[in-house]
């Protein structure tokens, strides 16, 4: 096998790796009732929160899909809504006691998985490894436009 293949076949293998580890690490019992895509939706909001808008375009959907996403974290006690007493079109986003819990818990995991990683490299590889997986992300970035 060469060397492209290598990288393609790691790189397939990698994103459906992380992606079955990431649902099985932070869907545990105290948030059972999430899914990996309510997890993102929670990492969108962020600490900080935000409108509608601006986290539909943060996870690349329409605010149309958020919505509908939106509705049951606001129903399972994740999300709150609060519209802009200057403008009423606005919604804004804010996570709850248990939307920062989830938000953590889901922050923990990558956390891990980045030490992991850099735990195995030296200072050297992990320049390295950094300029390539930017590469990666531009590529991804660039390639849906």
């Known amino acids: 096998m060469d060397n492209r293949e290598i990288i393609n076949e790691t790189l397939v293998h990698l994103f459906h790796e992380i992606q ?14 999430l899914t990996n895509n309510d997890m993102h939706i929670i990492e969108a909001v962020g600490l900080e929160g935000g409108n509608m808008s601006s986290i539909a375009a943060k996870l690349d959907i329409t605010v149309g899909s958020l919505t509908t996403s939106m509705n049951s974290l606001v129903k399972k006690g994740y999300t709150e809504r609060e519209r802009s007493e200057k403008d009423r079109r606005i919604v804004y986003i804010h996570l709850t006691g248990k939307g920062r819990q989830a938000f953590h818990h889901h922050a923990k995991f990558h956390e891990q998985m980045t030490d992991a990683v850099m735990a195995e ?17 531009d590529f991804f970035r660039s390639y849906k436009k």
């Open 20 to 33: 079955k580890l990431e649902e099985e690490a932070i869907i545990t019992e105290d948030f059972k009732d």
């Open 121 to 137: 490299l030296g200072e050297e590889e992990v320049q390295v490894l950094g300029k390539t997986l930017k590469a990666l992300t």
